[in-house]
């Protein structure tokens, strides 16, 4: 938490407003690389604080594409919470041409964020190495750290089913248990 903080606060500090609110979204929402890039202001909703994945952008044949998001289950909306409406609003507010039917952050190919974020890392050798889906893979674990039930993880990953959360983060879920079995015997010492 405090590693992905810190990444944050240098980006904010050092580079433009469309790479912070970049890596902030990562960061924040867990949402995927190729939703990101296909996101529009229209996903946006600032009274319901939500945002809606429903696209995906790819890259065919060289070129950006946007489709389908990766399945059915990954069409989602994740709630915002208020720093993040507030970046949004502040990005928004900060970019020469908005359009509420363009892209979040336009032209944004496949590799700008991985390249974008090899820099950042380049420059700042005091961070944590991360990679792109990182981001998501960190927003994970801070969701289970959080107490949160593997199904409401699985509903804002937008995983089909539930063997998938569980399964990429076996790790976090094995920490969990043996936490579980320490709360257990604790109150049966008592």
């Given at each position: 938490?405090?590693?992905?903080?810190?990444?944050?606060?240098?980006?904010?500090?050092?580079?433009?407003?469309?790479?912070?609110?970049?890596?902030?979204?990562?960061?924040?929402?867990?949402?995927?690389?190729?939703?990101?890039?296909?996101?529009?202001?229209?996903?946006?909703?600032?009274?319901?604080?939500?945002?809606?994945?429903?696209?995906?952008?790819?890259?065919?044949?060289?070129?950006?594409?946007?489709?389908?998001?990766?399945?059915?289950?990954?069409?989602?909306?994740?709630?915002?919470?208020?720093?993040?409406?507030?970046?949004?609003?502040?990005?928004?507010?900060?970019?020469?041409?908005?359009?509420?039917?363009?892209?979040?952050?336009?032209?944004?190919?496949?590799?700008?964020?991985?390249?974008?974020?090899?820099?950042?890392?380049?420059?700042?050798?005091?961070?944590?190495?991360?990679?792109?889906?990182?981001?998501?893979?960190?927003?994970?674990?801070?969701?289970?750290?959080?107490?949160?039930?593997?199904?409401?993880?699985?509903?804002?990953?937008?995983?089909?089913?539930?063997?998938?959360?569980?399964?990429?983060?076996?790790?976090?879920?094995?920490?969990k248990s043996k936490e579980t079995t320490e709360k257990f015997y604790k109150f049966m010492s008592v």
């Open positions: 938490r405090e590693e992905l903080l810190q990444f944050l606060k240098i980006v904010k500090e050092n580079y433009s407003s469309d790479v912070y609110i970049i890596f902030h979204l990562l960061a924040y929402t867990g949402m995927r690389v190729g939703e990101l890039r296909a996101l529009t202001w229209k996903d946006i909703d600032f009274n319901k604080k939500t945002l809606t994945i429903n696209k995906n952008m790819m890259n065919v044949g060289g070129k950006s594409k946007v489709s389908n998001t990766k399945t059915k289950t990954s069409e989602r909306i994740i709630y915002l919470d208020d720093t993040t409406i507030r970046e949004l609003k502040n990005f928004r507010k900060n970019i020469a041409s908005f359009n509420i039917t363009g892209r979040l952050i336009e032209n944004i190919s496949k590799h700008f964020i991985g390249r974008t974020l090899k820099k950042i890392l380049l420059r700042f050798p005091e961070l944590s190495y991360i990679t792109p889906h990182g981001f998501r893979h960190t927003h994970a674990t801070l969701l289970f750290e959080s107490d949160l039930s593997a199904k409401e993880i699985q509903n804002r990953l937008g995983h089909k089913d539930i063997t998938t959360t569980l399964n990429t983060y076996t790790h976090i879920t094995d920490e």
